[in-house]
Structures are given as C-alpha cells and as structure tokens.
C-alpha cells in the first residue's frame, strides 16, 4: 500500500518562499507522476503541477511562474518550492500520485499539510 | 471559482440514494475527458472512489457508481450510511491554457 506523508513548516512569510516534501512509502517514486494539490480554506482543490520520475515537470498556469518542483530518488521524496508567497497562499497542501492519461487521476494522496501565510 | 460545477450540499436519510452532479464545458467534460471522483473526510486523505467515469478501485463499495453524458457527470450513492457522510469532489482534465488537472468545488453529503 502506498503511503505519502507531507512536511513542512506551517508558517510562512509573506513574500518568502513555501516549501515542502512529500515522502513516499510502499512503493518506489520511480515510473510515476508525482503531483501537488492544494485546497484554500472554503474553497474547492487546485492542481499545482506534477513531476515525472524523470525530472520532467508541468505547472499549472495561474502558478506556473512561481513553482518548481523536484525529485530526491535517493530517498524516495518530492518537493515542492513556490515563491512570493501571499495570504491567496494559504491552503491545505497535499502530495498525490498521478495515475498519467488522457484524463489522469490521482490514486493516492496524503493527508495534507496546512500552511498560513502571515507576517 | 471551480471549473466544474456541484452542488455545495446534498442530503438523504440511512438507506436512500443519492445524486451529486458535476458540470463542466467543452474543453473538459465536453472535449472527452474522463470523469474522477473522490470522498474526503477532513484532516484524512481523500479517497479515490471512481475513476474513467464508472470504474470503482478495488475494495470501493458498489454502492458507489459513477455515470457522464455530454459536459456533465453524476456520482451516486445508493443505500446511505452514516459513514458516507463526507464532501466529494469531481476531477476531470481541461485543455484550455495548455491543459491542467481540473476539480469541482466539493459537495458535502449530509446523513440525515
């Protein structure tokens, strides 16, 4: 069974930047798509953007200037970096792996991290 | 504001069945793309109950199915429990701006 685990600190300055890791268990970040969501308090889930075990990556639009994500194979780990962070930033992030298609889904997700952006 | 459209709330009594919708466009529902859905209970992961429009992973109950036509798609649920309470959200793909994953606002199921 596959297990992912967000981490992170929950707290982040205006205008610095958010960054986490999403740890993988039962099962190897090799030959998936690795994805990052996010859901704002009172609002519906945002697809951030994905990673592919071999580095490749596609970003959402609105967030696409200020995401990077990365891959740490060696220990079975993602991450992801957003930069210039706003109160718009604050949300429930998750790590979810992206069953790739024409239309993907995600089959496993973890259970989420909140981080608030404030002074 | 969410791409794809639900209802903010639906509820049915222990035993009834339930509908929750999702409407999107032409350039996802619309264009082709499939159909996901998942049920979320805070402070856990969500849990992907239906995937390609009406296929349950395993170990999902068949209580759960999924259906679409046109720019629209149905999740529902038949023989309500109490442990179905939970909000669901719909996901599916849009192609606009260089295509991204796409979800509906959430529904939040209310046993009565």
């Known amino acids: 069974q596959v297990q992912l685990q967000e981490s992170g600190p929950g707290l982040v300055t205006p205008s610095e930047t958010l960054s986490l890791t999403c740890a993988v268990s039962?099962?190897?970040?090799?030959?998936?798509?690795w994805s990052w969501i996010r859901q704002s308090p009172g609002k519906g889930l945002e697809w951030i953007g994905y990673?592919?075990?071999?580095?490749?990556?596609k970003y959402s639009p609105s967030l696409k200037s200020r995401v990077t994500m990365s891959l740490d194979t060696s220990n079975n780990q993602f991450s992801l970096k957003l930069t210039s962070v706003t109160a718009a930033d604050t949300a429930v992030y998750y790590c979810?792996?992206?069953?790739?298609?024409?239309?993907?889904?995600?089959?496993?997700w973890g259970q989420g991290t909140l981080v608030t952006v404030s002074p | 504001q969410s791409v794809l459209t639900q209802p903010p709330s639906v509820s049915g009594a222990p035993g009834q069945r339930v509908t929750i919708s999702c409407t999107g466009s032409?350039?996802?529902?619309?264009?082709?793309?499939?159909v996901h859905w998942y049920q979320h209970l805070p402070g856990t992961a969500p849990k992907l109950l239906i995937n390609?429009?009406?296929n349950r992973p395993s170990g999902v109950t068949d209580r759960f199915s999924g259906s679409k036509s046109g720019t629209s798609a149905s999740l529902a649920i038949t023989g309500l429990q109490a442990e179905d309470e939970a909000d669901y959200y719909c996901?599916?793909?849009?192609?606009?701006?260089?295509?991204?994953?796409?979800f509906g606002g959430g529904t939040r199921l209310t046993v009565l």
């Open positions: 979810a792996r992206l069953i790739y298609g024409s239309t993907g889904f995600f089959d496993y």
């Open positions: 039962g099962g190897s970040i090799s030959t998936y798509y």
């Open positions: 990673i592919y075990y071999s580095g490749s990556t």
């Open positions: 032409n350039s996802n529902i619309g264009a082709g793309y499939d």
């Open positions: 390609g429009n009406n």
């Open positions: 996901q599916s793909y849009d192609r606009s701006l260089s295509g991204s994953w796409v």
